[in-house]
């Protein structure tokens, strides 16, 4: 079973950038697709951002053009590069995997966008 351990989260003012990570302990070039969700206090969780094997990309309207999903192959590794933040953009955000069998999931890493 893959773990996958998210990094990157912090407080930040609105207007302002992170990059969270998602460490994998085995090589995602195996996973079909690797996704973020958040979830906010209250709210269900929802997908933010998702990158298939082949490249292609989805993202959540509220975060297009805002959030950069990618990944580096060599260093196991998922990135999501979040511009212009915004106070609704606060939540925990987890990192997935889908290896076309089981979903698997990091422990997650809050993002706070506060003034």
């Known amino acids: 079973q893959v773990q996958l351990v998210e990094s990157g989260g912090g407080l930040v003012q609105p207007g302002g950038s992170l990059r969270l990570s998602c460490a994998a302990s085995?090589?995602?070039?195996?996973?079909?697709?690797e996704r973020w969700y958040r979830q906010a206090p209250g709210l269900q969780r929802e997908l933010v951002a998702q990158?298939?094997?082949?490249?292609?990309?989805y993202y959540l309207d509220s975060v297009k053009g805002r959030f950069t999903i990618s990944r580096d192959n060599a260093a196991n590794t998922v990135y999501l590069q979040m511009n212009d933040l915004k106070p609704e953009d606060t939540a925990v955000y987890y990192c997935?995997?889908?290896?076309?069998?089981?979903?698997?999931r990091g422990p997650g890493t809050q993002v706070t966008v506060s003034s």
């Open positions: 997935y995997t889908w290896d076309g069998f089981k979903l698997d």
């Open positions: 085995t090589s995602i070039d195996a996973f079909d697709d």
């Open positions: 990158i298939f094997a082949s490249g292609d990309t």
